[in-house]
């Protein structure tokens, strides 16, 4: 017990709170809100910092504190909204810094721990064991192949470190799911790991082409999938999806689960005509939609 006291105590330092503000016309605000809090990890000596995307999305002002109390200016440097994570900068380079685990090593039953914000200089830990490491699809047009998923309930803001047992960084915790045996969901780190490099000099992924994108909210039903909401202004609503459209196909392809309306959207890059074969009522109908790139709708 004392070992896991001290290795917390040791990995506080690495740890941040985020204070992001957002300009009330930005379309994340209907959803997210204006002014946020969030949890994050400072990974590198030159003051990069990751945390989870929804928390800075149209960020225009954010400022992080350090557990020290100090208080300095982040800058986002990359988000890449396949994976969730972004990255900010700021200009402290007297801290200690998280060290990457390999997240793709990860087992189920095997221990970790939340270590999160819960105000400026606040932060509490919950610890757990992995339950699943597979797939997690959600209704914002979002996917992992491989969450992490454990019974370590995220006690703070989102996007704190997500530790195991020897103190490496293995994932950003995205939610808590109030499942049993699945309490929280965290991003595995080597998402950022593998694309490193071009998300810290360019912003994106680069290799990872950029996928269709309409801005919809597909909800899994007995009777198919219904679009249970709309991104105002998003490809969707402006192509005519309306809520409570049951889809049935994609470019002629017959979808039943979230899973394969995203697999078939995602076949093509951002800017790709898609055909959704929709059920209004009981007429059935085809809306044609020009998809769009989620980074640029949200810049």
Known sequence: MDAQIGLVRALIPVTLTLHVRVPGDHPSVAALGDERMGSATLVDAQGILLTVNYVVIGGREIVATLPDGRRVKAEIVAQDFDSGIAALSIPVRDQPVAALGDSRRLATGQEVFILASTGPTLRRVSSGVITDLGPFYAYWEYMLDSAIQSTAFNPGLGGGPLFDVRGRMVGITSLNLGQVGRFSLAIPVHLFAEHRDDLLRHGRARKRPRRAWVGFYPQPTASGIVVAGLVPEAPASRSGIREGDMILAVNFREVATREELYQEMW????????????????????VEVVSGDRAEFYR
Not at 274 to 279: A, E, H, N, P, T
């Open 267 to 286: 076949k093509h890059p951002a800017g790709a005509l898609l055909r959704f074969s929709i059920l209004r009522g009981d007429q059935r109908t085809t």
